[in-house]
């Protein structure tokens, strides 16, 4: 199971471009071509709407330095408010549930 950005979205552009925490970013069809391609079976594959702690963002990277003036106004909120957990539908993440068949964990070969 992985669970990664959705590059293809533009929720996906917008709030998870992170250099410093992601190496590669996938649209769809490319997580399923890279799990093909190591011998995966992609069972199911998705875009899902993420749960995000709202007044927590003052901590988060998503917070980038362009919107780094809002952090202590968020930190605020933070402690005045608690945790704001909301489920944004913003369809900016990808979910895949991959298998790899018994032969390839003990042989190693491609089907």
Same mark, same amino acid.
């Given at each position: 199971?992985? %669970? &990664?950005?959705?590059i293809a979205?533009? #929720?996906? =552009? @917008?709030?998870q471009v992170?250099?410093?925490?992601?190496? /590669?970013? /996938?649209? !769809? !069809? *490319?997580?399923a *071509?890279? @799990? =093909?391609a190591a011998a /995966?079976r $992609?069972?199911f594959?998705e #875009?899902f709407d993420?749960?995000r702690n709202l *007044?927590?963002?003052?901590?988060s &990277?998503t917070l %980038? %330095?362009?919107?780094g $003036?809002?952090r202590p106004? $968020?930190?605020l909120?933070?402690?005045?408010?608690?945790?704001? $957990?909301v489920?944004?539908p913003?369809r +900016?993440?990808?979910?895949a549930l991959?298998v790899k068949?018994q032969a +390839?964990w003990?042989?190693?070969? %491609? #089907?």
């Amino acid at each position: 199971m992985i %669970s &990664t950005p959705d590059i293809a979205a533009w #929720s996906g =552009r @917008l709030l998870q471009v992170k250099p410093d925490e992601h190496l /590669f970013y /996938f649209s !769809p !069809p *490319t997580l399923a *071509t890279l @799990l =093909r391609a190591a011998a /995966f079976r $992609v069972e199911f594959l998705e #875009s899902f709407d993420r749960h995000r702690n709202l *007044t927590a963002l003052g901590d988060s &990277t998503t917070l %980038s %330095s362009a919107l780094g $003036v809002l952090r202590p106004l $968020v930190r605020l909120a933070r402690r005045a408010a608690g945790d704001l $957990v909301v489920r944004l539908p913003l369809r +900016e993440n990808l979910l895949a549930l991959a298998v790899k068949d018994q032969a +390839e964990w003990t042989t190693g070969a %491609s #089907s």
